[in-house]
């Protein structure tokens, strides 16, 4: 069984700072892609930022220049640092994974998500 844990969020004012962490564990034989999206309670889930597993990053418009995603491929581990957080950055951040499972078929993992809220 494999499994996603998110932690990191909480809140922050404006222009403040957050790093989420998303550590996968279980029966693991390869981690793929990585990948960080955020939800809006209403609004459809949105993705932020993707990394690689040879740690291309990719990112949204709406956070370039101010999020970096980055991953510890021997800690099964995936960043996000949240630099210059706006009000609009509010959201739940989920974390999303495909992973080969030990004698199992590649799919996709979503982490139970952490809350960002940036309010002064």
């Known amino acids: 069984q494999v499994q996603l844990v998110e932690s990191g969020g909480g809140l922050v004012q404006p222009g403040g700072s957050l790093r989420l962490s998303c550590a996968a564990s279980?029966?693991?034989?390869?981690?793929?892609?990585m990948a960080w999206y955020r939800q809006v309670t209403g609004n459809q889930r949105e993705l932020v930022a993707t990394?690689?597993?040879?740690?291309?990053?990719n990112y949204a418009d709406s956070v370039k220049g101010r999020f970096a995603i980055s991953r510890d491929n021997a800690k099964n581990t995936a960043y996000l640092q949240m630099n210059s957080l706006k009000l609009e950055d509010t959201a739940v951040y989920y974390c999303?994974?495909?992973?080969?499972?030990?004698?199992?078929?590649?799919?996709?993992?979503w982490g139970q998500g952490t809350q960002v809220t940036v309010s002064s």
């Open positions: 990394i690689t597993s040879g740690g291309s990053p």
């Open positions: 999303n994974a495909r992973i080969r499972a030990t004698d199992s078929w590649i799919s996709d993992y």
């Open positions: 279980g029966s693991i034989s390869t981690i793929y892609g």
